[in-house]
């Protein structure tokens, strides 16, 4: 088998892990209302970390593609209808922050402190289309809008306006335990996966 061949063929077997690996994450899940507190964030950070933009792209598109044929690995459960509800924007952003970590992990990833940061511009796609979705939802639903409320309240956060209302109650007040949980832990695996399959000569 030719070197790039069998790259690829590592990759890919990786990148079906990763998927799993997405999925258990998922059943990490704090219920602080209806956007739950999940590890998944350490998942999609890892993938793209350790397999690069395409593949680390490619292992959660097949972690949302188990979702749509009904197997329960969203911390909401399985089936297409999970695309469709209120938090759907953070999973469909999933491949696009898993990209953009294996681009930094090319360039950062013998630079662990700027790695780490750089996870807090990887995850702005599940932040960006996080809120949007929800706030769609939250603008026809009272439940939703009220939570929302009480999530900034019990922060201390300003009541501003209700857009930053519904920001801070799906991003910000989120954004702590993902950098320094999820994302951080992160880079302390990627790190450590990496020079471990460089002792076994295998090269991703």
């Known amino acids: 088998m030719k070197v790039n061949e069998s790259r690829d063929l590592y990759r890919l077997s990786l990148a079906v892990v990763m998927a799993a690996v997405t999925a258990l994450s998922a059943q990490i899940s704090f219920k602080i209302g ?5 590890m998944q964030n350490f998942a999609v950070m890892l993938s793209g970390f350790l397999l690069g933009p395409a593949y680390g792209f490619l292992s959660q598109l097949i972690y949302l593609g188990m979702i749509a044929i009904g197997l329960p690995f969203a911390a909401g459960g399985g089936g297409i209808g999970v695309f469709f509800g209120h938090t759907a924007g953070f999973l469909i952003a999933f491949p696009l922050s898993a990209f953009l970590a294996g681009l930094f992990a090319e360039k950062l ?10 996870t807090l511009i990887a995850a702005v796609p ?4 996080g809120f949007a979705v929800f706030y769609k939802f939250a603008v026809g639903s009272a439940g939703l809008s009220a939570w929302a409320q ?8 300003p009541a501003w306006s209700f857009t930053f209302v519904i920001f801070a109650a799906t991003v910000l007040i989120y954004i702590p335990q993902d950098m320094l949980v999820d994302h951080l832990l992160a880079v302390v695996v990627y790190r450590y996966v990496r020079d471990l399959l460089v002792q076994r000569g295998i090269e991703l």
């Open 109 to 118: 990833g013998n630079r662990p402190v700027a790695l780490w940061l750089s």
């Open 126 to 129: 599940i932040y960006l289309l």
């Open 150 to 157: 009480k999530a900034v309240e019990m922060f201390g956060i």
């Open 34 to 38: 209806p956007v739950p507190y999940t």
